[in-house]
Every structure is written in C-alpha cells, then in structure tokens.
C-alpha cells in the first residue's frame, strides 16, 4: 500500500514538472519563431548542440568513442548553413565534415582506438540526424507564411504525443514494439492520430480566417501525416538507447529528460512539414 502511495507521488510529482517545464519553454520557442528565420535559427542551434551533446554521451556510455565536439560543431553548422546558404550550403558543410570525422577516427584506429570505425559510422550518424533534420526547421520557417506551418507540424506532433498518452493510458491494451518502447499502445497510438487530426484541422480552419493560404485540408492533412510518422522518430530514438539501458538521453528538463528526448519526433515533423507545405501550396 505505501508503495502504491510513493509510486502515486512520484508520478504526480513528474507531472508537475512536465507542466512546470512547458509553461517556461513553450512560450519562449514560440516568440522566437514568430520573431523570424534568424531567432529561429539561434534557438534550433542551442536545441541541436544539446541533442548532439547527449546523443555523444549516450553512445560513451556504451564504451564507443565518437568525437562529441565534432558531432556539437558539425550539427551547429549544418543548422546555420541552412539558414545562410540554404540547402547547398547545408551539402558543403556536410560533406566537409564527412572527410573530417574519417580523418579524425582514423587517425584514431592508428592510435589504437580499435572502434573507430564504428565510432566513425556513429560521429558521422550524429550529424546527420541531428544537424541535417534539424536544419528542416529553418527551411519550413523560411516558407512564405512559414511560422504558421511549422506551428502545424509542431502542434500536430504533439496532438498525436498527448492524445496517445491520454488515450493510452485509459483503453491501451496492445503493445506496439515490446522491446523498442514497452509502453506504447497500438490504442494509444491511433487515438494520438485522431485527436492531431481534428485538432490540428481545427487549428487550420482558424488560421484561415486571415491566412487565406492555411487551409482546413491542409490541417487535416498534416495533422494525419506527421501524426502517423512522427511517431517513429520517437521510435527511432528509444531504439538507440535501449541497447544501453538508458530510459532519458539526460535530465537536463524537468519531467522530460534531456534535449534527445524531446525533439525525437519533432525533428520528423520538421522534415514532413516542409514536404507537406511544398506539396499543399
């Protein structure tokens, strides 16, 4: 019974700060958004060096060796070079540190480091995921109407996030990927499709009212495609961690991990969004 009560208090206690973090965070990526490409920009390269960060860390826990300040620095720049140079400039930072991250493990394997190679594949992996996807971000926001599409495909993936929570948490009975993330539920998950649909919709049809080119179709259908996708990125991010029995890439936000952990399915979002938006308009 005093079990079920600690277990009662922690859960309530984790919830309050869950709330507690998004009441500080949220309106602060939300002004800087609105603000323009470069404070957008500015704040997508904090989120990206801390990801980065912890994605490195995760992978020392595991006894490999990638560079961390290779993997912060190239996924920064690949950030800033979508919004100075756009999608070529991005490429050149890309394949630069390509060559510099082979250049660097192997000098490492003549040291001794007998994983470089795959510390290679993982430094190279870091980048690629953390800097090239997020640098979606910036392209969506550079969209003509662009803050608002990229609030879509946000407020799309987390629809889908809390209606599969909510909705899991009540009905959720059929596991989705047992080894992957235990407490996923195929309820949960289609629920979360449902609730980012209408509301997402619902959102759109508003924004109709002055922005003639955000339609309700345009909600629906993005609500429906991040919300069946984003999910994975989420996926993608337990699977990387599992093998080393971590649960959150760190505790740097209250209630919701680290950096990692929060942008997992948002960094799919970003990438849908900015197809999606091409596509519809």
Known sequence: MAVGRAATRWKAATLVKRVLSIVVILPIVILAVWLGTWTTTLLVAFFTGMAAWEYADLFKSGKYQPNTVLIVAGSILLVFARQIAAFPGSSLVLVTF???LMIYHTFAYQRGVETAAVDFAISLAGVAYLGWMMGYFISLRGLENGFYWIALAFLASMFSDMGAFLIGRKI?????????????????????????ILLTGLIAWGVHQFIPAV?????LVMGLVVSVLAPLGDFG???????????DSS???PGHGGFLDRIDAFLWAAVIGYYLTLILT
């Open 172 to 196: 959720g009975r059929t596991k989705m990927m047992t080894r992957v993330s235990p407490n996923k539920s195929w309820e949960g998950y289609i629920g979360g499709v449902v609730v980012a």
């Open 215 to 219: 339609t309700l179709q345009a909600g």
């Open 98 to 100: 390509i060559m510099v």
């Open 237 to 247: 991010e337990s699977m990387l961690k599992r093998p080393f029995g971590i649960k």
């Open 251 to 253: 505790d740097r936000i």
